[in-house]
């Protein structure tokens, strides 16, 4: 079973994640486990102070590293008494390196992950170099802490587990596995506000159905994602299709 340990002052947001869809049914079914740590739990002060002003100057206040560290000193011991023994450490943080499938499929590979979600400024550097094994964002916005981003790292990887899908949602056949984007889904009714479903999708030929979708698929990567086609080689059958929509586009 994964374990996922989280440092962070908000564990209620946590709830979102533990309590609904696919991520809540997976830890039902104990494909998971989720701790959280609160770092203000383990302040030294009698105020439980987890954050002071910025060494230098500047607005904001950074995450005093005693707290943090010793937050994740008991996610640590915790992993280790569930069989983990060298859990790999997160810290959550718009500096970090980019979330993407394949970094998502690396972490689904782990035994246990201990994540640090900051808020203010930032923790203190020292305690990065310190503990951390990798820093992580989830893209080039801006969030109020790394709750969210945590959440999303969580849920990601949960898809990833064996069983935590149903036969209708398996993640092969996600967007991103195969490198392009989905194509169009209608359901009933078949004339919406005066708008007709594709007639192709209601004709009962499975092979020009799959056709349709991956032109579809195609084109749109080509539209909307042309930095996705670029990491992608096209099939001659796969570059027939995207010039057929290049055409009827026109
Ligand atoms: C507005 C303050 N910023 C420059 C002075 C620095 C800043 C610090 C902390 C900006 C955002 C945050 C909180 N964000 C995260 O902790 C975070 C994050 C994100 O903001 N975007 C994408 N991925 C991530 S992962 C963690």
Redesign the pocket.
């Known amino acids: 079973m994964l374990q996922f340990d989280v440092v962070t002052l908000f564990p209620a947001m946590f709830d979102a994640v533990t309590g609904s869809g696919v991520t809540g049914r997976a830890r039902e079914r104990r494909l998971y486990e989720l701790v959280l740590w609160n770092p203000r739990d383990f302040a030294t002060n009698s105020y439980r102070t987890i954050d002071d002003r910025p060494y230098g100057g500047g607005p904001g206040m950074v995450m005093m590293p005693e707290p943090l560290e010793k937050a994740l000193g008991a996610a640590r011991q915790r992993q280790k008494s569930s069989g983990v023994s060298k859990p790999r450490v997160l810290h ?3 500096q ?1 390196r980019l979330l993407d499938n394949q970094l998502v499929r690396e972490l689904a590979g782990e035994q246990g992950l201990v994540m640090l979600a ?1 808020r203010y ?2 923790i203190d550097e020292r305690l990065v170099g310190r503990v951390v094994d990798d820093e ?4 080039d ?6 709750e969210l ?1 945590a959440m999303v790292v969580i849920d990601c990887v949960v898809r990833q587990l064996p069983g935590a899908l149903g036969d209708a949602e398996s993640a092969v056949q996600d967007s991103f596995a195969n490198g392009l984007l989905d194509h169009p889904h209608y359901t009933r009714p078949e004339l919406y506000d005066g708008a007709a479903v594709p007639s192709v999708l209601l004709s009962g030929n499975h092979a020009d159905v799959a056709r349709w979708r991956l032109k579809q698929s195609l084109g749109r990567t080509w539209c909307r994602r042309p930095d996705l086609l670029a990491k992608r080689n096209l099939s001659a059958a796969e570059s027939s299709l995207l010039e057929e929509f290049k055409r009827e586009a026109e």
């Open positions: 959550l943080t718009p970090g900051g400024e930032g992580v964002s989830i893209g916005y801006v969030l109020s802490g790394g981003a």
